[in-house]
């Protein structure tokens, strides 16, 4: 199984209010499920039971985010996710993301574009885009950096997390956060400083998780999306449009999509996550499965269903 990563209370940040609003009036929504291990780049993690106890999710009664308590702290990421490993696990292929369905309308706009992809990764969505456009990254890890540098040359890219890099204000003419929004520290001065970096006209457009999605409804506790350490933060469409508005853009379309990754063995994993509802009553019974996965020497993660629990959000500045 190779090493196994301890990781202390330290190593993790304990919000003091919700990372929208700053509100600290929320509901309690329940600990999130845990399982025997969490898979890093750096090797398997292992939380122990006061870190468990603490890996509350609440939801905002202001602004209606859902968030955990207790998440890594940037430095805890990095160590575990810089790593050469994640160059092919993340690369954004466009036949499974849908390019066309969902980007192609941006294909046609003329003149000077400048494009900004906020996790770039290794590049792979800049380097769909046509030629002539001006490419902007950012990524946190160097290695995928890197990478992205070499497959773009003439692309500009920035080292760090988006929350820390400077971004120029009323600049870019598209911006792309795939599955980014989840992992925000501060969804607040985030989406602000990325609201103020469009030109008037410009288009955000950006994927997460659905909250409100039927498949997270019918797992509760046991969605795999809330129970992932890089997962901080969840979205419902009426959550993403208020933050989205109250930053200037107008929301033109939310729609339901399916995440890109896993979509091998697609009926494997859908009836394994029958099976682990059943077995678990939705995640509040996980016992007898964890025992289960410690015996095969299997991490006991509730399994990724493949179904529409993601949303498609594109939204425009209008000034
Ligand atoms: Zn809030």
Known sequence: MGNLIQLSLSDFLQRQGCPYCNSQDNRLLYPVVSKNFYSTPQGKIVLNKTIQHKRQLVKCLA???????????????????????VLEKWDWDPLTRGFQSKFGFMLNINGKV?????????????SLLPKKWEKH??????????????????????????????????????????????????????FRKVCTSMAPGGYLI???????????????????YTNLLEHFVFFEPSTIQLILEENGLV??????????????????????????????????VISPWLKTAEFFK?????????MYDHMFVVAKKVI
């Not at 950006?206 to 795999?224: C, H, K, V």
């Not at 399916?258 to 509040?284: C, F, P, Q, V």
């Not at 299997?298 to 493949?306: I, W």
Request: hydrophobic residues 35%; proline residues 5%.
């Open 114 to 126: 400048q494009t900004l992809d906020i996790g770039c990764h290794t590049g792979g969505f800049l």
């Open 137 to 190: 990254g950012i990524d946190f890890n160097a290695v995928s950096l890197n990478e992205a540098q070499k497959r773009i040359p003439e692309g500009i890219f920035q080292l760090g997390n988006v929350e820390d890099v400077d971004l120029s204000p009323n600049y870019f003419n598209i911006i792309t956060m795939w599955d980014i929004a989840e992992h925000l520290y501060n969804v607040q001065s985030t």
């Open 298 to 306: 299997k991490s006991g993660s509730p399994p990724n269903p493949v």
């Open 251 to 284: 929301v033109q379309q939310i729609r339901p999509t399916i995440h890109h990754r896993n979509k091998d063995k697609t009926w494997h994993r859908r009836l394994k996550s029958l099976l682990y509802i059943i077995a678990s009553a939705r995640g509040t």
């Open 206 to 224: 950006l994927e997460t998780g659905n909250w409100e999605s039927l498949s997270a409804r019918i797992f509760g506790r046991s969605w795999y």
């Open 63 to 85: 602004c209606g985010l859902i968030y955990h308590q207790l998440i890594p702290r940037k430095e805890t990421m990095k160590k575990l996710y810089q790593n050469s490993s």
